[in-house]
């Protein structure tokens, strides 16, 4: 992917941690990936903090900052619809470094790295400007595994900086279909699970987002 981040998005995260820093409470629930359905704890999930080579990928990874609130929202989703993806579900999102030695060290420098103390951190009221935002883009690769079954790999591609530039484009169009086409259903929902495949049409018409699913390939294979 190619973008940054906001003065404003750095100050929260800070704010974040120094409250919980303090609070014990607040750290369990940040590190709990079931926060979000509440009377379901499914199985222990993936470890994402540390760099490791994924077989799967067939390429070394790295922790991805955004996987902790990413995580938590993709479970909701999965109780909403009646754990679609099943009750024995595990997700984690990782960053892609690369193969062999030069891969790994660069999972181990992406592990290390903390954008909150980097020397040209920007402020609030400061973040990418216009030419960044639409100058960025991502690619983002998701592979569901089934146990003795096929696997399937869906490729998510975005034509701008994914954190505004895409985002920014991707809320207009989960308004509108929210008024427009969106079930008359009460409750907190996750837009996944409220609108599906009615929010994904909209985001390849009219917000530059491709999905792109590839042959599945057998267990056996």
């Given amino acids: 992917m190619k973008g940054t981040f906001s003065g404003g998005t750095a100050a929260s995260l ?9 609070n014990p409470g ?3 629930l940040l590190a709990d990936p079931f926060a979000l359905t509440p009377g379901f704890s499914g199985p222990s999930q993936p470890n994402t ?3 490791y080579w994924d077989a799967t990928v067939g390429a070394w990874v790295a922790p991805f900052i955004m996987a902790a609130i990413n995580t938590k929202n993709v479970h909701r989703t999965n109780r909403l619809l ?22 790994k060290a660069a999972a181990e420098a992406i592990a290390k790295f903390n954008p909150l103390t980097a020397s040209k951190a920007p402020k609030p009221g400061e973040g990418p400007s216009r030419e960044e935002r639409e100058s960025g883009y991502y690619d983002v ?13 869906l490729a998510v591609k975005g034509d701008r900086d994914p954190g505004y530039g895409s985002t920014s484009k991707m ?5 509108l279909c929210l008024a ?35 042959p599945a390939t057998s267990a056996a294979a």
Avoid: C
């Avoid at 809320?171 to 308004?175: L, M, R």
């Fill in 26 to 28: 607040l750290l369990k």
């Fill in 49 to 51: 903090l540390l760099p």
């Fill in 171 to 175: 809320i207009s169009e989960t308004a």
């Fill in 180 to 214: 427009r086409e969106a079930p008359d259903e009460g409750g907190v929902w996750t837009p996944g699970a409220l609108m599906g495949d009615a929010l994904v049409g909209r985001l390849t018409r009219n917000a530059g987002l491709t999905f792109e699913l590839e």
């Fill in 141 to 153: 690769l998701f592979v569901a595994e089934v146990q003795g079954k096929d696997t399937l790999r």
């Fill in 14 to 22: 800070k704010a974040t941690l120094a409250a919980a820093a303090k």
């Fill in 82 to 103: 009646g754990h679609a993806y099943g009750a024995d579900f595990l997700y984690d999102e990782m960053t892609v470094a690369g193969l062999g030695d030069i891969g």
